[in-house]
């Protein structure tokens, strides 16, 4: 009969009338989200969890000027394209790369802390490589 976005905005709300008893009664249709199983190195399970993953981002992002809205932000970003993505189960490596992406854009030093752990730097030159990397990211500026 009637079809309607409940004021929340987080439901449907729907009139309907039984064809047998003419009787009306009301539905809710919810959108259940559910994140992602988060699938180790190890091969082991574990649930999604937006605080470690804001643990991480603050780790690398340690004495760095950047505020806290800023890392929220980040926490949600990461957090949507999980649930958006329609998996039911995602690598840690997965993660670790969209939270690279996110100190890149936030801190460059944070991703080069970041970085060098996740990436299991060995070596001088694999430093180098990395921050050569951030440094082709750049655009240049108009004289």
């Given amino acids: 009969m009637d079809t309607r976005v409940s004021e929340e905005g987080d439901a449907i709300r729907r009139r309907r009338r039984c064809a047998q008893c003419d009787k009306r009664f009301s539905t809710f249709e919810r ?4 994140m992602p199983f988060v699938v180790k190195k190890n091969g082991s399970r574990a649930e999604f969890a937006p605080d470690k993953l804001r643990a991480s981002l603050m780790l690398a992002l ?7 809205a800023a890392v929220d932000s980040a926490v949600e970003a990461i957090t949507e394209k999980l ?3 329609g998996e039911r189960e995602v690598n840690s490596d997965r993660i670790g ?9 936030l801190d460059k030093i944070a991703y080069i802390r970041f970085a060098s752990v996740y990436k299991s730097f060995e070596d001088v030159a694999e430093f180098q490589k990395a921050i050569a990397e951030i440094g082709h990211d750049r655009k240049p500026k108009a004289k």
């Avoid at 959108?31 to 559910?34: F, S």
């Avoid at 340690?62 to 806290?68: D, E, F, G, L, T």
């Avoid at 790369?97 to 854009?105: D, G, S, T």
Wanted: net charge positive; no cysteine; charged share 35%.
């Fill in 31 to 34: 959108i259940e989200l559910v």
């Fill in 62 to 68: 340690r004495k760095r000027p950047v505020s806290a």
């Fill in 83 to 85: 649930l958006t993505s």
């Fill in 97 to 105: 790369e969209l939270v690279m992406h996110e100190l890149k854009r």
